[in-house]
């Protein structure tokens, strides 16, 4: 059987504030296959962007990575020193981030900013670089890559800056590509032909994809396996179809209910989270969603459950799986225990 080529374990990272210790991480593990198309979603502030940055050991100040193990290729980036890792990133680990026109330097032409990745690493000289910067630029499909490589970012629209990036990100043939958010304030027809380009250079180079985002209708349509963060934890993971067709964690089972469907049976209102994510400085005792959750127990709000397998691979945190609030719900056992709650859960929240 294939080993994978990155594995983390008990990852945690950690932002030491004023006011207090922001778990940004705590305790994510997983795994990534050759060639695999992972996807990392949740809500804004869940921890997907900082488990990125943590596997690079790219966290801002005053965050730092506190615990866990960052195995790449077998080795553990985590106790590297800086010149190895500054050798990994960009090499057989490159990331896409979110805002390209921050990240693109706007007074370097384009072309040298993506030929700067292989002179850093020294794959490539000068002359050859600037060759395959142009080979890039065609590659990500940019028309007229002879001319484009010769512009300033601000000559790009955002589409083409955003292919640029990718272009960086590809420049030295990565192993990992890390994309944090790629679509981000591209409108849709843009959005669409960025992931039918990241889904090609995964089939085409075999590079193994961590597609980072809040929107679950671009990890359907592009990834393979589905994990679910909230309040820098992992809640469920899964094969993506699987996840799709039968979420087990009721966070997941809300997102899903908060987007529209052009396959639904029937038209109805979509239904948004109530309430906030949780203060990471003080989180809630027992489940961290449980402030939020409409299917929660007594037991949620004493014990923080651990992942656990709910079907053939497939894993979720929770004391109330969708499958036995469908149950209880049926037979009438499922109450709301808030204090001051004299009614039951509304039996509406599970139509649909």
């Known amino acids: 059987m294939t080993e994978p080529i990155l594995r983390v374990r008990d990852l945690e990272t950690k ?15 997983f795994d990534l296959m050759p060639g695999e198309t992972l996807g990392i979603v949740g809500e804004s502030g869940c921890g997907k962007s900082m488990t990125a940055l943590s596997l690079l050991r790219l966290v801002p100040e005053p965050g730092r990575v506190t615990g866990g193990e960052v195995l790449f290729k077998g080795n553990d980036i985590l106790q590297m020193t800086a010149d190895e890792v500054r050798d990994l990133r960009g090499k057989d680990l490159a990331m896409i981030f979110q805002d390209p026109q921050s990240s693109l330097n706007p007074v370097l032409r384009t072309g040298f900013q993506i030929q700067e990745a292989m002179l850093a690493h020294h794959t490539a000289d ?4 600037a060759r395959k910067a142009v080979d890039l630029l065609k590659q990500v499909r940019i028309p007229a890559a002879e001319s484009r490589v010769k512009d300033y970012p601000h000559q790009l629209s955002g589409g083409m800056r955003q292919r640029a990036m990718i272009a960086m990100g590809l420049a030295n ?18 959005q669409a032909q960025i992931l039918e380009l990241i889904r090609d250079l995964n089939q085409e180079l075999n590079t193994a994809v961590i597609m980072i ?29 699987q996840i799709f067709k039968n979420p087990q964690h009721p966070y997941t089972w809300s997102l899903l209910r908060s987007l529209p469907r052009v396959d639904a049976d029937r038209r109805e209102r979509l239904r948004s989270i109530e309430g906030l994510p949780p203060d990471l400085i003080h989180p809630p005792s ?7 959750c409409p299917f929660r127990v007594e037991r949620c709000y004493r014990e923080d459950p651990a992942l656990a397998q709910v079907a053939p691979d497939q894993r979720a945190a929770c004391w109330v799986t969708m499958d036995r609030a469908y149950k209880e719900m049926n037979a009438g056992e499922l109450v709301d225990v808030r204090p001051g709650a004299g009614s039951g859960v509304n039996p509406g929240v599970l139509d649909g």
């Open 15 to 29: 932002f030491f504030t004023d006011d207090g210790v922001v778990q940004a991480v705590d305790g994510v593990s």
């Open 126 to 129: 000068r002359k050859s670089s």
């Open 286 to 292: 027992g489940c961290r969603f449980h402030p939020r």
């Open 213 to 241: 985002t809040h929107n679950l209708g671009v990890v359907a349509g592009l990834c393979t396996r589905i994990i679910v963060m909230y309040a820098g934890r992992i809640v469920e993971e899964g094969p993506t179809k």
């Open 173 to 190: 043939s990565p192993s990992v590509l890390i994309a944090d958010e790629p679509t981000t304030a591209l409108d849709v027809t843009v």
